[in-house]
């Protein structure tokens, strides 16, 4: 457990990338650095962040996105979004508006890696077919926390949490493409998404439990719920 700028800790181990728009390194600006690691994104407008909630970030469903590079600061091509055949952890804040890719990578072939948000499901997919789905219910213009855990490639090792509850298991055997790849966030090209947004972090190699799932959840709901 560490902290990396405020106002909330955060799981370091693993984590390769973590924005924040209540911190002031990601406050009001086009150019995002991750509060870890050496990668900063691009977002489409300085108009998207506001200031209510201690800040959050809103996508208009049609230019709005964070786009990330396939090299760190230093120009060395990065691995971060390489998640190939191992664990990982995605979460986010979301407040839904309006359909539908939240996160695109390794957008080229087969295994490129998509998560999308609909009012009726939470999807994990690649540009073929979706590996693990979740159904809810619509809570359009409700803040909600979301999580997607892979624990490993066996049955029932793909895990979405909601709220900091456990609410699907499914498979994610998926090899997802490797080599050093652009990344967005909220604005894949031909499905951008439509809502608000606050921290939103990644990890690599590790993945987070239940529990910390649900301390994260408990630690920042005040802004959001």
């Known amino acids: 457990m560490g902290v990396v700028g405020g106002p909330d ?8 990338f973590y924005i924040d728009p209540a911190n002031g390194r990601n406050k009001n600006i086009t150019s995002i650095p991750s509060l870890v690691g050496n990668i900063t994104g691009t977002l489409s407008s300085q108009g998207v962040w506001q200031s ?10 049609t230019a709005d996105k964070i786009t990330l590079p396939n090299s760190d600061s230093s120009g060395t091509t990065t691995t971060a979004f390489a998640f190939g055949d191992n664990n990982y952890t995605m979460h986010c804040w979301w407040k839904y508006i309006g ?6 990578s390794g957008q080229t072939g087969t295994d490129n890696f998509y998560i999308s948000i609909t009012s009726t499901f ?5 540009q073929s077919e979706y ?4 159904s809810r219910s619509n809570n359009d213009s409700t803040w909600f926390h979301w999580a997607l855990v892979r624990e490993g490639q066996g049955t029932n090792q793909s895990k979405w949490y909601v709220n900091g509850a456990l609410v699907s298991t499914g498979t994610d055997a998926t ?3 490797s080599a050093g790849t652009e ?4 604005g894949y090209t031909s499905s951008p998404a439509e809502g608000e947004m606050g921290p939103f972090a990644i990890y690599n190699g590790n993945y987070l439990t239940a529990e910390e799932i649900q301390k994260f959840y408990n630690d920042t709901k005040d802004r959001f719920v």
């Open 52 to 61: 209510s909630n201690f800040g959050y970030w809103n996508f208009d469903g």
């Open 9 to 16: 800790p955060i799981v370091t181990d693993g984590l390769v």
């Open 131 to 134: 590996k693990h789905q979740y």
């Open 183 to 186: 990344a967005s966030i909220a």
């Open 122 to 126: 939470l999807g994990l997919g690649s």
């Open 99 to 104: 359909n539908q890719v939240m996160w695109g």
């Open 175 to 177: 090899t997802w493409i």
